[in-house]
């Protein structure tokens, strides 16, 4: 038995990754009991290949899985699921959550033991270095951390559009 209060996980990872299949982590996050899942598309405009004008429209048309994320709770249609962001004083966030990033520049992946279509883009790091991955990084590891929708309620396309970290 360890010793300390639980902790909380976010993963963030990235539709039709090269080097580690999304289908991984959606199965490491059932297992961990994750109580938030969502993706995040890009939009109409955003000159890529694969554009949607919303989540449901992805899951329809691009996603090949016959259940979304393996029956995860998804953010607004299992509930509300992210926190407000409003957070003063201790109120560290209680959830786990999965969010998956589509880049919309790869194909969608391969059903099978079969290595990725020769697209020759690899978007592992995507998540890392996106501005909406890094805001939603730095609420949640905040000593008052928040899970933070940074796509979708609250546009977050540059550094600046990141909301101020709350004072300690």
Request: glycine share 10%.
């Amino acid at each position: 038995m360890l010793n300390g209060p639980d902790n909380q996980v976010l993963l963030q990872l990235v539709f039709a990754d090269h080097e580690v299949t999304h289908w991984s982590a959606q199965v490491m996050a059932g297992t961990l009991g994750v109580e938030v899942a969502d993706v995040y598309v890009r939009r109409p405009g955003d000159g890529v290949f694969y554009e949607y004008a919303d989540r449901a429209q992805f899951l329809a048309e691009r996603d090949p899985d016959e259940e979304t994320f393996w029956g995860l709770p998804l953010a607004g249609r299992d509930g509300d699921g992210y926190d407000s962001g409003e957070c003063r004083g201790l109120c560290r966030s209680a959830k786990s959550a999965l969010i998956e990033f589509d880049e919309g520049k790869t194909l969608s992946p391969p059903i099978g033991n079969v290595p990725p279509r020769a697209d020759h883009h690899d978007l592992h790091g995507y998540p890392r270095g996106a501005p909406h991955g890094k805001c939603q990084k730095s609420h949640f590891l905040h000593a008052q951390g928040q899970l933070l929708d940074t796509w979708v309620g609250r546009e977050v396309r540059a550094p600046a559009d990141c909301p101020p970290l709350p004072a300690p």
